[in-house]
């Protein structure tokens, strides 16, 4: 061991690459570091079960690195300082302290500063070993961001109970979406090579809450249903199990004609059933907690249901009996639209599923996205919060950034989750938050959720940028708890990336706090949605209309021209306000009420129309975008200035992007810029730089080999 | 800095990942290091180029890094144990040594124990930067390796000119017969993002002499000679200049067609001449040092001069005209075969380029495979070494795995380098070895090349796994020095990349030299050769013949009947033979005088023949299958016994991919044996176990998403 300390001391200090997000647990402080360990001087944990173990272990790990050397392990409390952590029913020791732990439900934990046989001691303690596990890493990230430890009183327990990542990885080692490499899935080897990897997974996952996993793409190959995949997820699970994540998979509806042989998949028909029933024996035979399944059905080119004249209720609740015996539950997304509806695509998830409400099992949860349309830079939240009270809904937000810079682009979702589930649906009158629909509160739902689509790949720092990272946090921990603040959330998260030094977290903090609004202004500003590069939705292309879509196309959306700009989604228009509950519905009505920051959305208006500023909706059109290009230019001034407070690695590759995101900032805002005003035909407001090339030069410009949409 | 220190005391140890490869510089034992800091008390080296600059950081990145602390920098020899580097053009101090460098050439190097103002030094010495940085990273290596470093005097300089790695790397970041991940090229966010990994890529090469790559697949994409690819490989070639890597591209010979708008690409049209001429303007106006083209030429659905009636050297002259101007080479592939084309695949390279002999420019390298087919466990070197004196011919060999178990069989190809690099032409009589026609010597050429097809992809291990790193680091050496002993090659690579320990260091070289042997035995033994399955060459298929041209189907090459089994290449047969030099040919086309390894290959033999050892034939393949499995089932037994002398994770890593390999093993010995005995019709030999399964079961497997195959 001595040796080792020493080679250790010897070692060059390993380049940075990102790959232990904010676990890292190196050294604190000197100061800080001889605090802690008069509150670590011994560890009494068990080791009876996996989870256990694994508690015992990232204990002994995290105390360990930040304290340079882990508690010794003990059976009985002999000196001040000691942690004690398990369950009651796991503990003796614990029993006799009779802490009132009915509130912490299966998954919750409370971290106490007590006495015990004379001794001061901080117990970890839950009512399940997932418990303890989730009270573990609280009480490591206090220790992380340099919290007081000697006074605790905390307790803590999820308000969702299903809360997943969805990766949209396919078997072929690509992801729909992904900006991070290949799938972190290493198919071709499982289940022979259960890689170290998916063990780091899971265990970032648990420090989050996570507690579930769909592990193939919604656009779902049937192949993952076959008994040779079957046995790669198994491996999987087993490597999940010990950090309470069960494993999800999407079901591809019609799997009974591709792999069964039958002529139908109608839900209906009974040959149908029993083909699903075997099979979901087959799964949970392998894999005993199986969590259930996905099904994207009846949207782009999926099929599904009403393939066969069913509806969306009869084809989960066809599945959703078959996984009911075994504790298993269907996740139906509600992300459905048709082309061959002429209707506002805003409309049809609601038009679609609202008259089903009270159809569905009690083990269905429908997925909703946060907004009507596609994870745009900003969406008024989906009407379809608050419409269903029979049902319950659990919300799904995109962590990966399809719309929002891919990999390159610094930008914090945390406001943008917060933002949708502080919204108020006024489905109950004043406080009927989306927040409160998605944790069950609002109309009393057992069965909760929350969804995160995963930014992770098979890059080494997981999500193609270090600040990407810190989307996967802020996503767990929001699902975790829907109403605590993003801005917590990401002091946490630099504390534990970067650094406690305050000169750094502030600044940073800040930067990711204004960073989703700039996106939003350097590309969509006003209500704008959808106005990406076709297809690989790299880029602006408010003019394109090449999709074979119309629901595709910019211009569908912008519905720009001479007269102005917008959407008209009043009664005058598509009407699809009138799927809000009525104080909202009059409010988004409401030219002069609605909120600017969602004008263009609703209303399609004259590129004159005064703004609440006094000035032209022209003018403030150009001042937003310019506004976007103004605040990532701030980042970047930020950021040059917080050299040498963290590792060169990570912090040139954070310099790097910036600069990207500047350029692009820069073409979104000209782009825009350059072809409403080919419209408005309007100057540019005084003060203004005209856009750096023509609108002839944006529009010729074309992109191949675009990550996430090319399939590799 | 002792905060640092500290702070690095206290730090866990970080997980191995392989990423560091055999340049670890990890602290030696303490014995060892205090021998070598008496020898490493100050460091004398200029950093007036990049090239010196690279060569002092890497130099004090090994030295701090293997001995606690890099040696102080300094402008004279003051204290006994002086490194001193450089070149006399750029060190008075070492021109005043006047050393004997004229041996040393451009690339060479010296490493000499001298006085040097009476001090005991070490210098290391070349004419040039490069040649100074080679000498460095071989210094480096023998602290790495324990080797003795007071009484030195060592040169050395490559015996080989062009030393490349050829990627077969796609633009949609795909690998074409990539077993670790995607490409290493994030193409999407070049020129703005130059990863770190490029420069350790590069360092990495330049430690065994690589001194060029070509950066895409052979199989080429025009699209890499637009202007935008142009800039990104720019920026690679920025990375890679200091190292002495030149980038070369390949170039797909209708790119005047797809990127120019002509109507031809025909090497004599004045415009196609133009459009190149043109393009090269353009390519080294951004990369002043561009390397040249590699061509795949009318081969495999390729474009190529043939198309217009002209010949391979019109097509490869009309390129070579375009670069000589600027120093670019062409390499132009003599893997070349048409389905159109009757006769024995492994004659149609030979039938076509022999004829053009003395017809290519002084700046054309034909690259020519090492067999006549396809980089199979084991194949008689290519009949076109010796038979074209008048014209450069370099080395193909494939890094990776394509047949010889992608990543997770563990097979070490040096001595199947050096089984062909030592093979005999006989072209000029006894001694006319394959290395002296790539090395030029056995006709006097001064353009020489070898090429390794690179097994390198994103993997945080870049090769897959930790043992193919081995692969990559003798396609160096040799490439280097085509006359060295890949078991000194392997043990040096054992030292630099696990450990000097004894104990492990020899059981494990003997394994890695006896792993292709195995490989040849459990997959392709006595002469068999292509018998993978059909496309993605997953796993075995002898009966495979539903491929659509036929000679990509097994059954094309075994000729396994009734009767016996092997490929008449004899004079009674295609006669393949008769394109060897007369004493080879007569040897292989005696049936009794042919190795028995390559018998199979040249003859098709009955399944009673009597072979050396007095047994039939059919008692000898089944013999060697068996010793295959066998063979691996030691390399377990072996590895087993290993445990503790290295990490945990890569330790553990090549244990479960052994088990892979074992399991494969057995699947091909299994499935072979059980397809071969359905024609022989003869019982198994008494000892032999029968296969696991039916044929019946080995035919029905079927493959998909297959790494390297299938485009992601």
Redesign the interface.
């Known amino acids: 061991m001595l040796i080792?300390?020493?080679?250790?001391?010897?070692?060059?200090?390993?380049?940075e690459?990102g790959?232990e997000l904010w676990l890292r647990?190196?050294?604190l402080a000197?100061e800080q570091a001889t605090i802690y360990r008069s509150h670590a001087t011994q560890l009494i944990i068990g080791s009876a079960t996996p989870t256990q173990t694994v508690t015992r272990e990232e204990l002994q790990?995290g105390l360990?690195?930040m304290l340079?050397r882990a508690p010794p392990l003990s059976d009985a409390v002999t000196s001040d300082g000691a942690i004690v952590v398990g369950t009651p029913a796991s503990s003796p020791l614990i029993a006799r302290l009779r802490l009132d732990t009915k509130s912490l439900g299966n998954e919750g934990y409370l971290i106490r500063s007590i006495v015990v046989n004379g001794r001061a001691a901080t117990v970890i303690v839950g009512n399940n070993d997932i418990g303890v596990l989730y009270g573990a890493f609280h009480f490591l990230r206090l220790l992380q961001t340099n919290h007081p430890v000697d006074h605790l009183d905390l307790h803590d327990s999820p308000r969702v109970k299903v809360r997943v990542l969805d990766h949209w990885d396919n078997?072929?080692?690509?992801v729909e979406r992904g900006y991070a490499?290949?799938s972190i899935w290493d198919?071709?080897?499982l289940p022979?090579?259960p890689a170290?990897r998916y063990t780091d997974y899971a265990r970032t996952n648990a420090s989050i809450g996570i507690n579930g996993v769909v592990l193939n793409n919604a656009n779902a190959n049937s192949?993952i249903l076959t008994p040779t995949y079957l046995e790669k997820v198994a491996a999987l699970a087993n490597v999940f199990r010990p950090y309470g994540i069960r494993v999800y998979l999407s079901a591809r509806f019609s799997a009974p004609i591709e792999l069964g042989g039958l002529k139908t998949a109608d839900p209906f028909d009974p040959q149908v059933q029993r083909w699903w029933r075997t099979k979901a024996d087959e799964i949970y035979k392998l894999i005993p907690d199986f969590g259930g399944f996905l099904v994207k059905a009846n949207s782009e080119g999926q099929p599904g249901p009403r393939d066969y004249g069913r509806t969306h209720a009869d084809g989960a609740n066809m599945l959703a009996d078959v996984l009911a015996p075994r504790g298993g539950i269907v996740m139906w997304r509600t992300f459905v639209y048709s082309q061959a509806n002429p209707d506002d695509r805003a409309k049809q998830a609601y038009d679609e599923f609202k008259p089903l409400d009270g159809h569905f099992r009690a083990n269905v949860l429908l997925q909703v996205k946060n907004g009507p349309i596609d994870f745009q830079p900003r969406e008024p939240f989906s009407p379809l919060f608050g419409a269903m009270p029979k049902t319950s809904l659990m919300m799904e937000f995109q962590i990966t950034k399809e719309y929002l810079g891919f990999?390159?682009h610094l930008v914090y979702l945390g406001p943008l989750y917060e933002e949708v589930l502080s919204a108020d649906t006024m489905a109950h009158g004043k406080g009927s938050t989306v927040a409160k629909v998605i944790d069950g509160s609002l109309d009393n739902h057992a069965l909760t959720g929350v969804a995160g689509d995963a930014n992770v790949g098979?890059?080494?720092n997981w999500c193609g940028s270090d600040f990407n990272q810190a989307n996967w946090y802020v996503l767990g921990r929001m699902a975790w708890n829907p109403t605590q603040s993003s801005r917590l959330i990401a002091e946490d998260w630099v504390r534990m990336t970067f650094t406690n030094d305050q000169a750094f977290v502030k600044p940073v903090v800040d930067m990711m706090m204004g960073s989703r609004e700039a996106a939003v202004d350097y590309m969509t500003p006003l209500g704008l949605h959808h106005q990406m590069g076709p297809g690989h939705h790299y880029g602006p292309a408010p003019w394109d209309a090449s999709e074979s879509e119309a629901d595709w196309r910019p211009v569908y959306y912008n519905r720009a021209d001479s007269d102005g700009i917008g959407f008209d989604r009043s009664s005058t228009g598509s009407d699809a306000v009138a799927q809000y509950a009525p104080p909202i519905a009059a409010q988004f009505n409401d030219v002069k009420q609605t909120p600017e920051e969602l004008l263009l959305w609703f209303h399609h208006v004259p590129w004159d129309y005064r703004m609440r500023s006094g000035q032209t909706l022209w003018y403030e059109l150009v001042a937003h975008y310019t506004h976007g290009v103004d605040d990532v230019q701030q980042m970047r001034e930020t950021w040059r200035h917080l050299n040498g407070y963290i590792d060169p690695?990570r912090y040139?590759?954070a310099a790097?992007?910036l600069?990207?995101q500047e350029?692009e900032a820069q073409w979104w805002r000209d782009a825009c810029i350059a072809y409403f005003q080919s419209l408005s035909q309007r100057p540019l407001p005084p003060g203004f730089s005209p856009p750096q090339h023509s609108l002839k030069y944006y529009e010729s410009l074309s992109f191949?080999?675009?990550?996430g949409f090319?399939?590799?």
């Open positions: 080792l300390a020493t080679a250790l001391c010897m070692a060059p200090a390993h380049a690459d790959y647990y190196h050294p000197a790990r360990g690195g340079g078997l072929d080692g690509s490499g290949a198919w071709f080897k022979d090579w170290p192949q990999a390159t098979s890059d080494q690695e040139q590759q790097a992007f600069a990207i350029k191949r080999y675009v990550p090319s399939s590799w």
